[in-house]
């Protein structure tokens, strides 16, 4: 079992930045892949970044350029470091982690920006 606490969640005004934080705990030397996904209000979920364990990166088109993935092993931690904000990219951002069977999810932290 992994577990994973999204944090840093906010208001925040167009053109701005945040930081979104994931702490992973439990089995976590067994994750081979972790990414940031979003969901907008009456929309479906979608892929913002993928990272797996040797470092591969899948960006969504509507964030490259915007959006940096990064983790920190010795720390079990996942970072997304988000600028330029848009209006467009508010959501609930959750973490997950997958494994190869199984998949793992946050609890979500809400990023609104505001025009």
């Known amino acids: 079992q992994v577990q994973l606490v999204e944090s840093g969640g906010g208001l925040v005004q167009a053109g701005g930045s945040l930081r979104l934080s994931c702490a992973a705990s439990?089995?976590?030397?067994?994750?081979?892949?972790m990414g940031w996904y979003r969901q907008a209000p009456g929309k479906q979920r979608e892929l913002v970044i993928v990272i797996t364990r040797d470092g591969n990166t899948n960006y969504a088109d509507s964030v490259k350029g915007r959006f940096t993935i990064s983790r920190d092993n010795a720390k079990n931690m996942l970072y997304l470091q988000m600028v330029s904000l848009k209006p467009e990219d508010t959501a609930v951002y959750y973490c997950k982690g997958s494994d190869g069977l199984f998949e793992y999810w946050g609890q979500g932290t809400q990023v609104t920006v505001s025009s």
């Open positions: 439990g089995s976590v030397h067994a994750i081979n892949s």
